[in-house]
Every structure is written in structure tokens, then in C-alpha cells.
């Protein structure tokens, strides 16, 4: 299996007039009941920050929102990667679509240093799970996210795998869109949580 | 029936009925005591009653579960099981254990017991559901273990289907989490937060496999529906039960002592709780309805349809009703739970034990079904118990309500007592026993079903056959 | 500049934009801004990343409707505190 | 081209999904483990709490009576009776205890009736204790009012 030559536009091969769900069927029910799952972890926020405004102001002013902003930044160049990936292989450049799945990996990478440094500093300054409402729901919803984007580097890693033996190509490559279909969705979710908890406060 | 060594399933059936029996017979003494204050005392206490009612209720799953297992695995694995032999020992060893138990805890004080059998060397007895001497405790690990070994090398030497291996996966969880009933600390909020692993990582976790699988058996054997479409909804499925219903322990831990921040992880995960079992229900519903053939046994398709809808109210719907923290707060502990708790045992156990046997029972008497008149018996006491079990529940709720208005919700000093509460609930707990008597006709129509004489026996090559389609 | 590229380069400067005016101006109407930059945003993660405008519109209604619905949740409760 | 809904994706969530939560559980029990000390006094557990709790256990109180908000509810919550009978005096509350635990079964016709246990006053203390130290239990302040 090598690269087909560059003839097919990426135009050409995207199903732009079909109705084409990207991926396994099965992937989307779960990326439904994780978004079902962040939704109702926003919503107890909002209530819990509603109920302690002060708690909840003065948390914010504790966390760092730069390390937000650098990871906002990361995670969406991670998802434009991981999109050429499915652009990539749709046009048959099987080993194309290998380096741009390993560069969506390696932004995952540069995500969780950035979060352990934050929390590292958090936990040095003292706080944790149980500092208070606020501190809950920040160390819970972004750990919570940040397994997400290690569950998502455990897939792109795989399918990068399976797309190196040649399992993929221009005609069958449902394995890289359901692999990026989970990764964007952990970037959409990031992109709800950045400005609840780092800008907003 | 297939093999020949699907028979020791029914042994397991036929004793899990009659604990049934008994579990019913208990339920409408405490039903009675509920209004009747000193009836049977001091010879059954109330809490005597309960140990048996609940315990009847555990074992003749059990025995339904490991019914269901020894009846569909070989089938599944289209080979002969591992040692019937085994089967039927441990069959044996089960039913005098067990019987021996529920005659301890009739016949001596519960104290007694526990001196008897040495519960101060292993303390593990007196907790809700786990009141079993310890003695008894190791019986059912060992049992366990022997009918884990002796299903694990069917499955393993013969065909590995989804239902096998899903089924084989909720009864190693069943195993491993029963041994946290040994755990026991001195420390209440410890001893309690693991002793939630025990039940509640049995009846929303690992028991919702088992269920799902044999709903799905029961689904591809009665519908006709190519295996590979139910079989990867059986997946999603159970892969959404467990998403939602292992943080959602956290529903347990609001007000024992764990830390606060449960009241918000319990309520947001329990809030998806409800989702696999509405996905159950559709998938149940829609299956029957694509369904390539009738199958003659309708009154096995009757019981897996009400234990889909059932256990989407019992367990989905009720479960949500007190589950999110600051609702739960006035209702933790009330009789709300009480209802919440017949409805989704009954809808989602009970009836996955019925819905089998109802399948399996007929086929292992010879015959593909019943005859019209048997299943029109057999669907009318379904009817019945559903009914009165709904009964149940509603009343429960009435009088969990009005104790929640009378004794939660105003401020100390204004709340009426706890007895005084039920005094005034009585008229509900009256009603409540007149659905029990309802249910308890349903069951006695149930069985009685059973012995219709059979005029049409349709002869054993005809049920392989039929069987064989499948 | 391929479309992608140039996407991923709009999202970039609409969160380093968002970054700014939460830390660096105040008003009513900020919290309101932020938020509706936050869906542009998701919606074009949404259409363009996960591909699902040219997907069945079931999902495309059920994955925007989540993010306008959390992100519409959250005004709400911004405007009420 | 493949099936759109294959059973080998709905396989790997399963499985992968399940992993994924079970870890998360385990994470919040090791952190829980680590603050219940604080939350249940631990260093206030004596051996007389010890030994009341086997008293409570060994006698199936759970069966009629309910211990923050847990058991059977045919009688009445009993993690806070030591503020509701013994007005959160030690004192107070072993000689109510033990006078009620005397009084058993309540020769009331119709009445719900709770056994003779027959305890002795060593046991009964060792009752007291348990029921004191579960009082102080930090809840989240449960039940609502004192009536349970």
C-alpha cells in the first residue's frame, strides 16, 4: 500500500454531497454519552457556582489560566492534525496520514505536561479534590477531561498502528475517522470547559 | 433443547420457584406487620421476617442466574458442558446450604446463630442483604468458584459468542465483588462504603450483564433476528450501563459519611443511570417487532418485553425519581427507597428469571411451547404480578411522600416521629398489602401454569428442530 | 491555504481574542462575548474538524444542540448572578 | 467498504469504556479512603465503638432499624438518637438506653414490637459508644431534622 499520486484533490474525494456520518456508529453513541456526561458536569458548575459566587471567585483567581490558554491552543492544533490525518488518507497517502496521527499523539503529550505542571503547582500551593466545591469541580472536570485525551492518544496511537501495516487506504479508512471523530469531540468538550473555568472567572 | 447436558438447568429452576415461594409468603407477613405491629411476634420478628425475605429474594436469582447460565452455554458454545456432574453437586451443596440458612435464622436468635457458627472469628454477619453466616458466605465463594470453573471451560473449548462471553464477564464480576462482603471494619463509613460494592456494583453493575444476556439469548432464540444485530446493541448497551452505573455508586454515598463532593459525582452519573435501561426497552421492543419468525412460545416473548419495560420504570425511572443529592436528601431512607427497590428487582430480575425459564422450562419438558391454554395462563399471571408489583410501588410512593411531608421536610421540633409518621401512613401500607395479595394470585396463577395438561405435546424432534433454526 | 489550515488559524486567534478580553477588559456584556465566541468556535470544530455537516443532521442537531445548550446554560446563569 | 455499525467497535467501547470508569472509581476511593479519618473521627473509634458495632451487627438491628439512612425502615433512623433521646449527653443518653433496651418488647397491643435481646450493661455501653461515635460522623448533615 503506498501513497496514491496526488492526482485526487482532497476535494474530490470528500463526500461532500452524500450524507456521510464519519466513523463507526457505535463510537458516536459513545461520544453522545460522554458530551451527556460533560453537560451534566457544566450544569452542576453553573448550580454550584451560583450557590458559592464568592468560593467560586476566589477559586479562580488561584488557577492559572495561561496553562488554559496553552492547552486551548494545543488541543486544537492537535485536531487540525488529526483532520489532516482523515484528509491524508481519504487521497491514499497512507504514510502521510501515519505522521499526521503522530502529531496529533504528540500534541496530546504536550497537553498533559502543561496540565500536570498546573496541577502540580496547585497541589504545592495546597490544594486538592477536597479544597471546597470549587476545587472539586475544577480537579475533577479537568482530570476527568484529561483521561479523555489520554483514552484519545490510546486510539490514535492504535489506529496510526493499524494504518501503518496498511489497513487503511483511500477506499476503507472508517478506522481514522472514527479515531478522529473521539478526538474532536474531546477537543470540542475542552472548548466549552476553557472558558467556563479559566476565562470567564 | 440441543444438549443433553442443558438438563441440570432444570433442577436450578424448579428450586429457584420455590425460594420465590417463600420470598412471597415473607413479603406478605411483613406486609402484615407493616399494619399489624405485634403479628407472628415475638415467633417471626419483623427483622427476621426481612433477613428472609431478602435473602429468598438473592438465592433464587442466584439459582435463576446459574439456571439460565447451565441452560444457554452449552447451546452457545455448541458443545456438552464441561462435568453435568459437577453441576449437579454444587446444585446440592447450594440448596442445603441455603436451606440451612433461612432455617437458622427461623429457628434460633439471630445472636444465636452467630454464636453457633463462629462469626466472631470473621465477623461478616448482622449488615443489610449480607446477614449470611459467615459459614454460609464461604459456601456460596466456593459454589462460586466451582460453577465458574465448570462454565469457563465450556465456553472456552467451544464457540465464544457475545452472549458467552458477556454473561461469562457479569458472573466473574459477581464473584469478585461478593468477596468484599468479608471486609468489614470497625469503621461504619468504610464498612459501608464497601459493602456498596457488594450490592450496588452487583444490581447496577455486573447483574445488568448478566441480565442483558440473557435477554439477548432469549431475543435471538424466540425473533429470529440475525445474532450479529443483537449482539452489538447487547454491546452498547451494557458498555452504557457500565459508564454510567460505576461512578454512579456514588448515589450511595451522599449522606454516610464519604466526602462531599459525592453529592455531585453521584448525582451527575446516576442522572445517566437511567439510559441503557431505556436503550434495553427499545431494543427489546424492536426486536420483537422485526422479528423473521413466530415463534410458538409467546408467552416467553410476553416476559422478556415486561422485563424490559418493567426494568426501565423499577430501576430507570423510579431509581431517578430520589436519586439527584438534594432530592435524595429528604428521601434517602424513606419508603421511597422501599419502592424504588421492589419495582426495579422485580422488573429487572425477577422477570429476566422467568422470561428464561418460561423459555427453557418447555423445551426441557419436550415440547418447542406450551400449549395455547398454559401460555394464556402463564401471560395472564405476567399481567398480574406486573400489576400488582406496580401497585406496590405506587403505594410505596404515596406513603414515601407523605412521610417525606410529615417527618423530613419541617424543621425539628415540627416533624412528627418516625412512629407517629407511620401511624399516619397506615391507610397506604393496607393498600400496599392488598397489591401484595394481588401479586401473590399472579404468582399462584404462574404456577399453576405449569401443570396445564399438555393435550397437543408436540414431539421432541420438532423442538430440535425448531431449536436448531434458531 | 487549504481549508482546514485556515480554520485551525481562525480558531487560534478567536481563543487567543477570547483569552484577552477576559483578562484584560471588563463589562456586562464580556461574559456574553466570550461565551458566543466559545460556540462560533465549537460550531466549527463541529462542521469542519468532525465533519459533521455533511453528516446525517440527527447529529449534527444533537452535537450543536449540546454545545448551544451548555454554553446557553451558562449565560443564562451569567446574566442571573 | 465496512459495516457502519460494527460489533467490533461496540467490543472495544465496552471494553475501553468499562477500564476507563473503573480506574476513575478506583482513583475517588483512594482519595475518599484518605479523608474518611477526618470525616468519621477515627481516632475517637475505641474498642468499646468497636465492640458496640458487633453488638449492633450480631443482633440485626439493620433488620428493623435504619444507620444513616441505610437498612430496614420499619423503625426508626438511629445515627442520630443519641441527639434526638439523649439530647447529646453521654450521660443522658447510656441511661435512657439502657432503661428502653430493659423495657423490651412494649406490651402495647398492635404496636410494632422490638424483641428482648437480653443485653448485658456491658454490652449495652458498648451499644451507647457505637451510636455516639456514629452521631459525630460528618454526614453532610443528614438527616434534615432531628426526627430522622
Known amino acids: 500500500m503506498s501513497a496514491s499520486p496526488d492526482v485526487l484533490t482532497s476535494q474530490a474525494v470528500e463526500p461532500a454531497e452524500a450524507k456521510h456520518l464519519p466513523g463507526d456508529l457505535a463510537m458516536w453513541f459513545f461520544i453522545l454519552v460522554e458530551l451527556a456526561a460533560f453537560g451534566l458536569l457544566f450544569a452542576s458548575f453553573a448550580i454550584a457556582r451560583f450557590l458559592e459566587p464568592e468560593a467560586f471567585a476566589a477559586g479562580a483567581e488561584t488557577i492559572h489560566a495561561g496553562a488554559g490558554l496553552a492547552n486551548t491552543l494545543v488541543l486544537l492544533t492537535g485536531s487540525f492534525f488529526v483532520a489532516r490525518a482523515v484528509t491524508a488518507i481519504r487521497a491514499g497517502g497512507v504514510e502521510r496520514c501515519v505522521n499526521w496521527l503522530w502529531a496529533g499523539v504528540a500534541s496530546g503529550v504536550v497537553y498533559a505536561v502543561i496540565k500536570f505542571s498546573e496541577y502540580g503547582q496547585l497541589i504545592g500551593d495546597g490544594y486538592n479534590l477536597r479544597s471546597g466545591t470549587f476545587y472539586f469541580f475544577y480537579f475533577f472536570t479537568t482530570f476527568f477531561h484529561l483521561m479523555h485525551v489520554v483514552l484519545g492518544m490510546i486510539i490514535l496511537v492504535a489506529v496510526a498502528l493499524r494504518c501503518r501495516r496498511g489497513l487503511y487506504s483511500a477506499a476503507d479508512h472508517r478506522g481514522v475517522e472514527t479515531g478522529a471523530s473521539y478526538w474532536h469531540m474531546v477537543d470540542l468538550v475542552w472548548l466549552v470547559l476553557f472558558p467556563i473555568v479559566y476565562v470567564l472567572l | 433443547m440441543k444438549y443433553k447436558s442443558q438438563a441440570v438447568a432444570k433442577p436450578y429452576f424448579v428450586f429457584a420457584l420455590i425460594l420465590f415461594v417463600g420470598q412471597i409468603v415473607f413479603g406478605l407477613i411483613l406486609g402484615t406487620q407493616y399494619v399489624i405491629g405485634d403479628f407472628l411476634f415475638p415467633a417471626i420478628p419483623f427483622n427476621v421476617a426481612r433477613m428472609v425475605h431478602t435473602n429468598l429474594l438473592i438465592v433464587w436469582l442466584l439459582f435463576g442466574f446459574m439456571g439460565a447460565t447451565y441452560y444457554l452455554v452449552p447451546e452457545e458454545s455448541q458443545r456438552e458442558l464441561h462435568s453435568p456432574l459437577l453441576a449437579w453437586v454444587l446444585f446440592w451443596v447450594f440448596a442445603a446450604a441455603g436451606t440451612l440458612t433461612i432455617i437458622g435464622y427461623l429457628a434460633v436468635p439471630y445472636a444465636k446463630l452467630a454464636e453457633i457458627t463462629g462469626n466472631h472469628l470473621l465477623p461478616t454477619m448482622g449488615r443489610e442483604f449480607l446477614e449470611q453466616p459467615t459459614i454460609t458466605k464461604i459456601g456460596i465463594v466456593v459454589v462460586a468458584l466451582g460453577f465458574l470453573y465448570n462454565v469457563g471451560l465450556t465456553v472456552l473449548k467451544g464457540r465464544k459468542t457475545v452472549v458467552n462471553i458477556v454473561l461469562m464477564t457479569g458472573l466473574v464480576g459477581l464473584a469478585v465483588f461478593f468477596l468484599f462482603a468479608f471486609y468489614n471494619p470497625s469503621a461504619l463509613t468504610l464498612d459501608k462504603y464497601f459493602w456498596w460494592w457488594v450490592v450496588h456494583l452487583w444490581v447496577e453493575g455486573v447483574w445488568e450483564l448478566i441480565l442483558a444476556s440473557i435477554l439477548a439469548f432469549v431475543l435471538i432464540k424466540t425473533t429470529g433476528v440475525d445474532r450479529e444485530v443483537i449482539e452489538k446493541w447487547l454491546y452498547v448497551i451494557i458498555a452504557m450501563a457500565l459508564i454510567s452505573g460505576i461512578i454512579g455508586t456514588g448515589h450511595h454515598y451522599f449522606y454516610i459519611g464519604a466526602p462531599e463532593y459525592w453529592l455531585w459525582l453521584g448525582s451527575v452519573f446516576s442522572a445517566l443511570e437511567p439510559l441503557p435501561f431505556f436503550m434495553m426497552m427499545l431494543f427489546a421492543i424492536n426486536m420483537v417487532r422485526r422479528r423473521r419468525r413466530n415463534h410458538p412460545n409467546r408467552a416467553a416473548t410476553t416476559w422478556a418485553i415486561g422485563c424490559a419495560v418493567m426494568a426501565f420504570l423499577g430501576a430507570g425511572v423510579w431509581g431517578f425519581l430520589h436519586t439527584l443529592a438534594p432530592v435524595n436528601y429528604y428521601t434517602h431512607g424513606s419508603q421511597l427507597t422501599a419502592a424504588h427497590g421492589h419495582l426495579a428487582f422485580f422488573g429487572a430480575y425477577a422477570m429476566i428469571v422467568m422470561a428464561i425459564i418460561s423459555y427453557a422450562m418447555p423445551l426441557m419438558r419436550g415440547r418447542v411451547a406450551n400449549n395455547a391454554q398454559a401460555q394464556k395462563l402463564e401471560i395472564a399471571s405476567c399481567w398480574l404480578m406486573s400489576i400488582g408489583m406496580l401497585l406496590i410501588t405506587l403505594f410505596l410512593t404515596g406513603a414515601g411522600v407523605h412521610q417525606v411531608m410529615l417527618q423530613r421536610w419541617p424543621e425539628s421540633g415540627e416533624a412528627l416521629a418516625f412512629m407517629a409518621t407511620h401511624d399516619a401512613l397506615a391507610g397506604w401500607f393496607w393498600a400496599r398489602l392488598a397489591a401484595g395479595g394481588l401479586f401473590t394470585l399472579g404468582l399462584i396463577a404462574y404456577l399453576v401454569s405449569f401443570f396445564v395438561p399438555q393435550r397437543e405435546v408436540a414431539p421432541t424432534e420438532d423442538a430440535e428442530a425448531q431449536t436448531a433454526a434458531a | 491555504m487549504n481549508r482546514l489550515t485556515a480554520i485551525w488559524i481562525g480558531l487560534l486567534v478567536l481563543t487567543v481574542a477570547s483569552y484577552v478580553l477576559g483578562h484584560g477588559m471588563s463589562g456586562a456584556w464580556l461574559p456574553l462575548t466570550v461565551l458566543a465566541l466559545a460556540a462560533v468556535k465549537g460550531q466549527l470544530v463541529i462542521d469542519h474538524f468532525m465533519e459533521l455537516a455533511h453528516a446525517p443532521r440527527l447529529f449534527r442537531y444533537a452535537v450543536s444542540g449540546w454545545l448551544f445548550g451548555v454554553l446557553g446554560l451558562m449565560a443564562v446563569f451569567e446574566t442571573v448572578v | ?148
Open chain 4, 1 to 148: 467498504m465496512s459495516e457502519r455499525f460494527t460489533k467490533s467497535m461496540a467490543r472495544n467501547i465496552y471494553y475501553g469504556g468499562s477500564a476507563f470508569f473503573i480506574l476513575l472509581f478506583l482513583g475517588l476511593t483512594f482519595d475518599t479512603v484518605t479523608a474518611l479519618p477526618e470525616r468519621d473521627n477515627r481516632d475517637q473509634l475505641t474498642e468499646e465503638v468497636a465492640r458496640g458495632k458487633e453488638v449492633w451487627e450480631v443482633n440485626n438491628c439493620v433488620g428493623c432499624h435504619s444507620l444513616m439512612g441505610e437498612g430496614a425502615y420499619f423503625a426508626p433512623e438511629l445515627a442520630n438518637v443519641f441527639d434526638r433521646r439523649g439530647g447529646a449527653d453521654e450521660a443522658t443518653f447510656k441511661t435512657y438506653l439502657k432503661g428502653w433496651m430493659m423495657a423490651q418488647p412494649i406490651p402495647a397491643p398492635g404496636r410494632r414490637k422490638m424483641p428482648q435481646f437480653h443485653l448485658t450493661d456491658q454490652e449495652i455501653n458498648d451499644l451507647a459508644e457505637f451510636l455516639i461515635w456514629t452521631s459525630r460522623i460528618d454526614d453532610n448533615n443528614w438527616p434534615p431534622n432531628i426526627e430522622g
